[in-house]
T-cell receptor
Framework: AQKVTQAQTEISVVEKEDVTLDCVYE???????LFWYKQPPSGELVFLIR??????QNEISGRYSWNFQKSTSSFNFTITASQVVDSAVYFC?????????FGEGTQLTVNP | EAQVTQNPRYLITVTGKKLTVTCSQN?????MSWYRQDPGLGLRQIYY???????DKGDVPEGYKVSRKEKRNFPLILESPSPNQTSLYFC????????????FGPGTRLTVL
């Protein structure tokens, strides 16, 4: 079965703390893509990153970084020095064939 | 402005009354899909379309229909809505399929009484 699990339903941190959002996936495909999307309180879905199964390089974009490890089937997302504007629901997603499977989402609250 | 639009944004209806949620994109994307978002379940794919006249079921297609007669439009049809279809619905489009970034519409909040 192909599945995405975000075990952390809710995380609450204080501003400037670092926070890591976990994403574990299951797939039988050898070629696949992983994604992270952000859903702020306003409700829209915003693309953050795409990673293909052949590229295990970690990526950093400003305060955001992603750690892709095929050995543990994980694609974790870290926010460094969190800010109140980072408060949102974050979704991890896995491509499978012509379909896209999302995790349950992690609600991140950053308190001032 | 490149965008995906959905209408209506909010809808309250009653069981059994047919409804259509429209979705339109202006980016000439081949791939379009519908998702529903429910608390604790994330987003689940309802239907997708690889191109005009090509549609297929996602993970939760029961109770829904779609059509893709034009590249830009991908309406979602509920022939006989039931309360368990109360949800937040998102339309999305992308170039080439699920391997690329999905562009999402603003969402349609549907309540079926």
């Amino acid at each position: 079965a192909q599945k995405v699990t975000q075990a952390q339903t809710e995380i609450s941190v204080v501003e400037k703390e670092d926070v890591t959002l976990d994403c574990v996936y299951e797939t039988r495909d050898t070629t696949y893509y992983l994604f992270w999307y952000k859903q702020p309180p306003s409700g829209e879905l915003v693309f953050l990153i795409r990673r293909n199964s052949f590229d295990e390089q970690n990526e950093i974009s400003g305060r955001y970084s992603w750690n892709f490890q095929k050995s543990t089937s994980s694609f974790n997302f870290t926010i460094t020095a969190s800010q109140v504007v980072d408060s949102a629901v974050y979704f991890c997603a896995l491509s499978r064939g012509s379909r896209l499977t999302f995790g349950e989402g992690t609600q991140l609250t950053v308190n001032p | 402005e490149a965008q995906v639009t959905q209408n209506p944004r909010y809808l309250i209806t009653v069981t059994g009354k047919k409804l259509t949620v429209t979705c339109s994109q202006n980016m000439n994307h081949e791939y379009m899909s519908w998702y529903r978002q429910d608390p604790g379940l994330g987003l689940r794919q309802i239907y997708y379309s690889m191109n005009v006249e090509v549609t297929d079921k996602g993970d939760v297609p029961e109770g829904y229909k779609v059509s893709r007669k034009e590249k830009r439009n991908f309406p979602l049809i509920l022939e006989s809505p039931s309360p368990n279809q109360t949800s937040l619905y998102f339309c999305a489009s992308s170039r080439g399929g699920v391997y690329n970034e999905q562009f999402f519409g603003p969402g349609t909040r549907l309540t079926v009484l």
